[in-house]
């Protein structure tokens, strides 16, 4: 249910886009989900004809981009994937990092036909 | 053959509920209306900080409660009952409030004359934390049963908040919760957090907790 009202946002947001740009038919949807968001892409995919259905998007793919939760090491200053080192800096070991990125939740782009 | 074009929208998901809550916050300043908005898991203690916060400052100030649960109209009775304005939210399933579902609820519980509204959200830690409603302030209750260890596990609701009162203190001897742990890892995630223990059901710490809502009402007035 979660995934399920942010994506009617989404819905709604492409909508209004699309009505202030005069398009009427989208081809395509691209979402951009963090790693580190609370967003499940597979349940988003699951929801999206859903939350689609009876608006303008109704025919509309849905592509999900992933992008990765990166971060800086307090310690020591080194970048890192902090899924992939959970959470630890694989040059010192500390566990104290500043997200970079991966908290995202974008709306990229249409393809308007 | 048709043509395709990409449309750039760039857009953060999350910036239309950011918009519109900065809005309803600004009216609600304008109609001098300070909004609390109250989190935490389910079996908390909320309802029952709801009704002595109301029993502590009825006499001084003109309340409200917007009450937001899946399901049932139990707590907006239990609060009816104490003889506040109040109504009961539905959320059909939904996890979280959004601005807009504040600004419906406040409308059908009809601000006018009233000074401060406390929305006591759905009982969950993890999405009422993203969605911001549009509320003057942000508390969360963490109750002594659920452990010292939350703020470890849901960082990002001990981050947002302004003020954390931790409820059932008066059990704190039946269980392991170690009150300074919690002290030490939520002001790592939010340095100017304020921590006011409390017993709802004793009463201990209440005015503590009422006299933190008197203050923050007056400079969010001055602001």
């Not at chain 1, 892409?41 to 999900?64: H, K, M, N, W």
């Not at chain 2, 908005?37 to 409200?64: C, F, H, Q, W, Y």
């Not at chain 2, 059909?92 to 004359?113: F, S, Y």
């Not at chain 2, 006591?120 to 993890?126: A, H, M, Q």
Request: aromatic share 6%; net charge negative.
């Amino acid at each position: 249910m979660h995934e399920l009202s942010v994506v009617i946002e989404v819905v709604k947001t492409v909508e209004e886009f699309a009505k202030k740009n005069g398009v009427t038919r989208i081809d395509r949807l691209v979402l951009q989900i963090g790693e580190l968001s609370s967003m499940i892409p597979a349940y988003i995919e699951e929801c999206f004809p859903c939350a689609v259905d009876g608006t303008t998007l109704e025919s509309t793919r849905l592509e999900i981009e992933i992008l990765p939760g990166n971060a800086r090491c307090r310690a020591c200053g080194k970048t890192f994937n902090l899924l992939e080192n959970k959470g630890a800096c694989p040059a010192c070991g500390v566990k104290d990092a500043e997200i970079l990125s991966g908290r995202e939740f974008m709306i990229k782009e249409i393809v308007a036909c | 053959m048709e043509t395709f074009k990409v449309m750039e929208i760039k857009k953060s998901v999350y910036e239309g509920n950011d918009r519109r809550a900065e809005v309803l916050r600004a009216e609600l300043k304008e109609g001098k209306v300070f909004l609390l908005n109250l989190m935490s898991s389910p079996g908390s203690g909320k309802t029952t900080t709801v009704l002595r916060t109301i029993e502590a400052l009825r006499d001084e100030m003109r309340i409200g409660v917007l009450e937001a649960d899946i399901d049932s109209d139990v707590d907006a009775k239990t609060v009816s009952d104490a003889g506040t304005r109040v109504i009961q939210m539905h959320s059909g399933g939904m996890c979280h409030l959004t601005a807009d579902m504040t600004r419906q609820g406040l409308e059908c519980l009809g601000t006018d004359g009233l000074d401060f509204v406390i929305l006591e959200n759905i009982g969950n830690l993890i999405c009422t934390a993203e969605a911001d409603t549009g509320a003057s302030r942000n508390a969360m209750i963490l109750s002594v049963p659920e452990g010292d260890d939350k703020p470890l596990k849901y960082p990002m609701m001990f981050a947002m908040v302004d003020v954390l009162l931790i409820n059932k203190i008066d059990a704190i001897s039946f269980f392991d919760f170690d009150f300074e742990a919690v002290r030490e890892r939520v002001t790592r995630l939010n340095p100017g957090i304020r921590i006011i223990p409390i017993s709802a059901k004793t009463g201990e710490g209440v005015a503590e907790w009422a006299e933190w809502i008197r203050t923050e009402v007056r400079e969010w007035k001055r602001a």
